[in-house]
């Protein structure tokens, strides 16, 4: 199984950007999609997730500027991040996960400027 993440870069607060996780593989419409978020020094931390259902769920600090949805089609999940602060600078990952079978990607670099 294959997980790739896209779409990070190097932005100015307040800008926006769309990353994109695909998997390969798998069953993908059956499985929950996470988006983690990593720093240097630090643990590895929840974004948003969306169920196989649809049903979404996000971290307080990206409430009312991220939005995650899926295209299970494509077998690809989005997260759609807008005014975009330093503090969202990280490594974003994400996260395929069926009950105990899950996969991880290899991340993608996300650097928000003043």
């Known amino acids: 199984v294959q997980v790739v993440e896209s779409g990070g870069g190097l932005v100015q607060a307040g800008g926006s950007l769309r990353l994109s996780c695909a998997a390969s593989e798998v069953n993908f419409s059956k499985y929950g999609i996470t988006w983690f978020r990593q720093t240097p020094g630090k643990e590895r931390e929840f974004v948003a997730t969306i169920y196989s259902s649809g049903t979404t769920f996000y971290h307080d600090s990206v409430k009312g500027r991220f939005a995650i949805s899926r295209d299970n089609a494509k077998a690809t999940v989005y997260l759609q991040m807008n005014s975009l602060k330093p503090e969202d600078t990280a490594v974003y990952y994400c996260?395929?996960?069926?009950?105990?079978?899950?996969?991880w990607g290899q991340g993608t670099q996300v650097t928000v400027s003043i």
């Open positions: 996260n395929v996960r069926l009950s105990s079978d899950q996969y």
